[in-house]
C-alpha cells in the first residue's frame, strides 16, 4: 500500500476530533479566544444545548481584516512566534488549532472589527470551504458563530448525549471561565433565554455567584506566596465536604487544569481532616513563572507539567495545610505554660455534662429467646443446637448456645459494638459492619431485578442542576428506566427541580435528597449502562453507605444483637465494602496478657 499525504479538510477533522469532543469543548476553545483579545464584556447564546447554534460576542481587540483567513487556517496564531514564546506562553490559547478544527466539522462565521479598522468584516466557512471577505455591521470586538455542528461528520454527532446534558456541560464550561475573571461580564443564554449574568465584581462575589452562597460562607481565604510561587483563591472547611469533585477548580496562570500532582497535594492538606471518601470544595489559582510550567501537553490544554513538581507540590500542601491548620477559636484555648494546667486533667465542662452511663448500663446479653424469631419473621431466627455456630455455653452460664459474633455488651461512643463469645472480646465497627450487609442484599435484589420500592407520603423536592435533570430525563425516556430498576422514582418538576417519589424500601430511613444525588452523579458520569455493568458494585456501595447505619447512632442491646446475626448470614461481612475490617476478635488469652494475669 502507497504513502500518501492526508488532505488537509480531513487533517482538520481528524485533529476536531480531539479538540472539539463536544459543544462545549468549542465554547471553551472561542471563550479563551475572547479572553486572549483583551474582552471586558463576553457575551454566549446557545441553542439546542449548543448543537444548533454556538455564539460568542465579545469586545475584545477584533481581528484585521487580512488576517480573517488566517483565523480559519490550521496552525496560525497570533499569540506566539519562536519556541521561546512556547516555552513561556502567557495566553490561553497558542496551538493555531482551534478554529480551524470548529469550522472544519461546523458552519461558522466570524464578524471582527478590529481597534484601528473603520469597518468591520465577515468570512464565512462551510467545512473546507471559506467564503470571500464581505463587510458586516459591528461596532467593535469579534462575534462567532457556529452553527450545525458535527453536520458533515454525522458518525461523531451520534456520539453527542441529550441537549440537556450537552447543555449541561457547557454550562460548566461557561462556569469555569468566569470563574477564573471576575474582572469581567458574562452572560449566558440557552435557548433565548437568559441564564446567567455576571457582573465585574471582586472574586468572592465572583465565586458566590458563580458556586452559591452557602460556599462562599463555609469557605476561608488562602493567600500564600514563596520562592516565586503564589496560591490564592478560596477552600471550603472540612464540614462543607462533598460526595464528588463537582466543586474543585484548580487554575495554573489562569488556566483551569486537571493535574494529578495539584490533586494529590491537596488531598494530603485535607486528609487529617476529611473523611477519606468526601471531597473538599475549592477555587485555587497557582502563579508561576510561565518558564516553570509546560502548557503544551494535550491538545485540550488542561493538562500541565511543571519543571520542578516536588517544590510545587510541597508549596500547595504547606500552605493549604497552614490554612487548615489555623484554630478558629485560639482565643479560648489553654496554654501549656499557663498556671495551674494539667494536660491530663479533664475540664469542669466536661463532667459538668457527660452522663455517667457505666451506671446506667444493662450489661445483660441475653435477649428473650423468641427475640430474633420475632423480629426478623424467621429470616434470621436462631440457629438449633445442629446448628455448626452452636458451641457450649459461656462457663456454665444458662445461656446453652452461642453464635460466631457472640451477644452485644455495650456500644462504645456510637461507633463500636462491644460483644462476647466464647473466645473473649469481639469489637464491631457498626457502620462498616451494616454497609456491607445492605450492599450484600442491594446486590441480590438487583440480580433479581426485584429491587423493592418504598412510595414517599409526601414527595420529596430540591433544586438539582442541568446534568441532574437531564440524567433523570433519559432516564425516563429509556426502555429500560434504570433509575426504576434501582428502586427510585424521580420526576422533573422543572428545568431546575426534581422530586423523589419513592425510594428503594432497603434504604427508606436514608436521605432522600442526599440518596438521589449520589445516584444521579454516578449514572451522569458513567452512563446508565456502564453504571449498572462495570460500575455496578461502585453505584452500590455508594447507595449502601446511605442505608448503613450512622456514626454516633445510639443502638439498644437487642438492635445490636440483630445486627450481629445479620453479619453472621451474610457473605464477606468480615470487610466493607472498601475492603476494611468490620470487626475483630480479643481472646481471653490476649485480655490476660494486657493485664498481666498469671504473672
Same mark, same amino acid.
Given at each position: 500500500?502507497?504513502?500518501?499525504?492526508?488532505?488537509?479538510?480531513?487533517?482538520?477533522?481528524?485533529?476536531?476530533?480531539?479538540?472539539?469532543?463536544?459543544?462545549?469543548?468549542?465554547?471553551?476553545?472561542?471563550?479563551?479566544?475572547?479572553?486572549?483579545?483583551?474582552?471586558?464584556?463576553?457575551?454566549?447564546?446557545?441553542?439546542?444545548?449548543?448543537?444548533?447554534?454556538?455564539?460568542?460576542?465579545?469586545?475584545?481587540?477584533?481581528?484585521?481584516?487580512?488576517?480573517?483567513?488566517?483565523?480559519?487556517?490550521?496552525?496560525?496564531?497570533?499569540?506566539? %512566534?519562536?519556541?521561546?514564546?512556547?516555552? *513561556? =506562553?502567557?495566553?490561553?490559547? !497558542?496551538?493555531? +488549532?482551534?478554529? /480551524?478544527?470548529?469550522? $472544519?466539522?461546523?458552519?461558522?462565521?466570524?464578524?471582527?472589527?478590529?481597534?484601528?479598522?473603520?469597518?468591520?468584516?465577515?468570512?464565512?466557512?462551510?467545512?473546507?470551504?471559506?467564503?470571500?471577505?464581505?463587510?458586516?455591521?459591528?461596532?467593535?470586538?469579534?462575534?462567532?458563530?457556529?452553527?450545525?455542528?458535527?453536520?458533515?461528520?454525522?458518525?461523531?454527532?451520534?456520539?453527542?448525549?441529550?441537549?440537556?446534558?450537552?447543555?449541561?456541560?457547557?454550562?460548566?464550561?461557561?462556569?469555569?471561565?468566569?470563574?477564573?475573571?471576575?474582572?469581567?461580564?458574562?452572560?449566558?443564554?440557552?435557548?433565548?433565554?437568559?441564564?446567567?449574568?455576571?457582573?465585574?465584581? %471582586?472574586?468572592?462575589?465572583?465565586?458566590? *455567584? =458563580?458556586?452559591?452562597?452557602? !460556599?462562599?460562607? +463555609?469557605?476561608? /481565604?488562602?493567600?500564600? $506566596?514563596?520562592?516565586?510561587?503564589?496560591?490564592?483563591?478560596?477552600?471550603?472547611?472540612?464540614?462543607?465536604?462533598?460526595?464528588?469533585?463537582?466543586?474543585?477548580?484548580?487554575?495554573?496562570?489562569?488556566?483551569?487544569?486537571?493535574?494529578?500532582?495539584?490533586?494529590?497535594?491537596?488531598?494530603?492538606?485535607?486528609?487529617?481532616?476529611?473523611?477519606?471518601?468526601?471531597?473538599?470544595?475549592?477555587?485555587?489559582?497557582?502563579?508561576?513563572?510561565?518558564?516553570?510550567?509546560?502548557?503544551?501537553?494535550?491538545?485540550?490544554?488542561?493538562?500541565?507539567?511543571?519543571?520542578?513538581?516536588?517544590?510545587?507540590?510541597?508549596?500547595?500542601?504547606?500552605?493549604?495545610?497552614?490554612?487548615?491548620?489555623?484554630?478558629?477559636? *485560639?482565643?479560648?484555648?489553654?496554654?501549656?505554660?499557663?498556671?495551674?494546667?494539667?494536660?491530663?486533667?479533664?475540664?469542669?465542662?466536661?463532667?459538668?455534662?457527660?452522663?455517667?452511663?457505666?451506671?446506667?448500663?444493662?450489661?445483660?446479653?441475653?435477649?428473650?429467646?423468641?427475640?430474633?424469631?420475632?423480629?426478623?419473621?424467621?429470616?434470621?431466627?436462631?440457629?438449633?443446637?445442629?446448628?455448626?455456630?452452636?458451641?457450649?455455653?459461656?462457663?456454665?452460664?444458662?445461656?446453652?448456645?452461642?453464635?460466631?459474633?457472640?451477644?452485644?455488651?455495650?456500644?462504645?461512643?456510637?461507633?463500636?459494638?462491644?460483644?462476647?463469645?466464647?473466645?473473649?472480646?469481639?469489637?464491631?465497627?457498626?457502620?462498616?459492619?451494616?454497609?456491607?450487609?445492605?450492599?450484600?442484599?442491594?446486590?441480590?435484589?438487583?440480580?433479581?431485578?426485584?429491587?423493592?420500592?418504598?412510595?414517599?407520603?409526601?414527595?420529596?423536592?430540591?433544586?438539582?442542576?442541568?446534568?441532574?435533570?437531564?440524567?433523570?430525563?433519559?432516564?425516563?425516556?429509556?426502555?429500560?428506566?434504570?433509575?426504576?430498576?434501582?428502586?427510585?422514582?424521580?420526576?422533573?418538576?422543572?428545568?431546575?427541580?426534581?422530586?423523589?417519589?419513592?425510594?428503594?424500601?432497603?434504604?427508606?430511613?436514608?436521605?432522600?435528597?442526599?440518596?438521589?444525588?449520589?445516584?444521579?452523579?454516578?449514572?451522569?458520569?458513567?452512563?446508565?449502562?456502564?453504571?449498572?455493568?462495570?460500575?455496578?458494585?461502585?453505584?452500590?456501595?455508594?447507595?449502601?453507605?446511605?442505608?448503613?447505619?450512622?456514626?454516633?447512632?445510639?443502638?439498644?442491646?437487642?438492635?445490636?444483637?440483630?445486627?450481629?446475626?445479620?453479619?453472621?448470614?451474610?457473605?464477606?461481612?468480615?470487610?466493607?465494602?472498601?475492603?476494611?475490617?468490620?470487626?475483630?476478635?480479643?481472646?481471653?488469652?490476649?485480655?490476660?496478657?494486657?493485664?498481666?494475669?498469671?504473672?
Amino acid at each position: 500500500m502507497r504513502i500518501q499525504l492526508l488532505p488537509d479538510q480531513l487533517i482538520s477533522q481528524i485533529a476536531a476530533g480531539e479538540v472539539v469532543e463536544r459543544p462545549a469543548a468549542a465554547l471553551k476553545e472561542l471563550l479563551e479566544n475572547s479572553l486572549d483579545a483583551g474582552s471586558t464584556d463576553i457575551q454566549v447564546m446557545l441553542m439546542q444545548g449548543g448543537v444548533k447554534q454556538l455564539r460568542v460576542a465579545d469586545n475584545g481587540a477584533g481581528v484585521a481584516k487580512d488576517d480573517l483567513e488566517l483565523a480559519l487556517t490550521r496552525h496560525a496564531t497570533s499569540k506566539i %512566534a519562536s519556541l521561546e514564546d512556547l516555552e *513561556a =506562553v502567557a495566553s490561553l490559547g !497558542f496551538r493555531g +488549532e482551534a478554529l /480551524a478544527s470548529i469550522a $472544519s466539522i461546523s458552519r461558522t462565521q466570524i464578524s471582527s472589527r478590529a481597534t484601528d479598522s473603520k469597518h468591520a468584516w465577515r468570512i464565512s466557512a462551510e467545512g473546507s470551504d471559506l467564503s470571500a471577505l464581505e463587510p458586516a455591521a459591528l461596532d467593535a470586538g469579534t462575534v462567532v458563530d457556529v452553527s450545525d455542528l458535527y453536520f458533515n461528520t454525522p458518525a461523531r454527532r451520534k456520539f453527542l448525549k441529550t441537549e440537556g446534558t450537552e447543555f449541561g456541560h457547557c454550562e460548566e464550561a461557561f462556569n469555569r471561565i468566569a470563574l477564573s475573571r471576575p474582572d469581567v461580564a458574562f452572560m449566558l443564554q440557552h435557548n433565548g433565554r437568559a441564564l446567567s449574568r455576571l457582573t465585574v465584581s %471582586a472574586p468572592e462575589q465572583r465565586f458566590s *455567584a =458563580v458556586l452559591g452562597a452557602e !460556599f462562599s460562607a +463555609e469557605s476561608f /481565604a488562602v493567600e500564600e $506566596s514563596a520562592a516565586g510561587l503564589r496560591l490564592w483563591g478560596m477552600a471550603a472547611k472540612p464540614t462543607f465536604n462533598r460526595n464528588s469533585r463537582d466543586t474543585q477548580y484548580v487554575y495554573v496562570n489562569g488556566r483551569f487544569v486537571r493535574d494529578k500532582l495539584i490533586a494529590h497535594a491537596i488531598r494530603q492538606a485535607y486528609q487529617d481532616v476529611l473523611h477519606h471518601d468526601r471531597h473538599p470544595a475549592f477555587v485555587l489559582f497557582l502563579e508561576l513563572d510561565p518558564n516553570l510550567v509546560d502548557v503544551n501537553v494535550h491538545p485540550s490544554k488542561t493538562e500541565v507539567r511543571f519543571r520542578d513538581g516536588q517544590a510545587i507540590h510541597r508549596f500547595i500542601f504547606h500552605a493549604l495545610h497552614k490554612s487548615l491548620a489555623t484554630p478558629t477559636g *485560639a482565643s479560648n484555648a489553654v496554654s501549656a505554660g499557663h498556671a495551674g494546667y494539667n494536660p491530663f486533667a479533664i475540664p469542669e465542662t466536661v463532667t459538668a455534662n457527660y452522663p455517667s452511663f457505666q451506671s446506667q448500663m444493662n450489661l445483660s446479653a441475653q435477649p428473650r429467646p423468641d427475640f430474633y424469631q420475632t423480629l426478623f419473621g424467621g429470616a434470621n431466627s436462631a440457629p438449633t443446637d445442629n446448628s455448626p455456630t452452636h458451641v457450649s455455653g459461656f462457663n456454665g452460664s444458662e445461656l446453652q448456645q452461642e453464635y460466631a459474633l457472640g451477644f452485644a455488651v455495650a456500644q462504645i461512643h456510637g461507633v463500636y459494638i462491644l460483644a462476647q463469645n466464647s473466645l473473649g472480646l469481639v469489637v464491631v465497627d457498626m457502620h462498616a459492619a451494616h454497609e456491607r450487609i445492605m450492599y450484600e442484599r442491594l446486590k441480590t435484589a438487583l440480580d433479581a431485578k426485584s429491587v423493592p420500592m418504598q412510595p414517599l407520603l409526601i414527595a420529596v423536592s430540591f433544586n438539582a442542576d442541568r446534568l441532574e435533570v437531564a440524567t433523570v430525563q433519559e432516564s425516563l425516556n429509556s426502555n429500560d428506566n434504570t433509575m426504576q430498576q434501582l428502586g427510585f422514582d424521580i420526576a422533573v418538576l422543572s428545568p431546575t427541580t426534581l422530586a423523589v417519589r419513592a425510594v428503594p424500601t432497603m434504604l427508606q430511613d436514608a436521605d432522600a435528597v442526599t440518596l438521589a444525588r449520589d445516584v444521579l452523579r454516578d449514572l451522569r458520569e458513567y452512563g446508565a449502562s456502564r453504571a449498572l455493568t462495570e460500575r455496578r458494585n461502585e453505584l452500590l456501595g455508594t447507595m449502601a453507605c446511605h442505608a448503613a447505619v450512622r456514626a454516633n447512632r445510639q443502638l439498644a442491646i437487642p438492635e445490636m444483637n440483630a445486627l450481629l446475626r445479620d453479619m453472621e448470614a451474610t457473605e464477606r461481612s468480615g470487610q466493607c465494602n472498601h475492603g476494611r475490617p468490620t470487626w475483630f476478635q480479643v481472646s481471653m488469652v490476649d485480655l490476660d496478657k494486657m493485664f498481666m494475669r498469671g504473672k
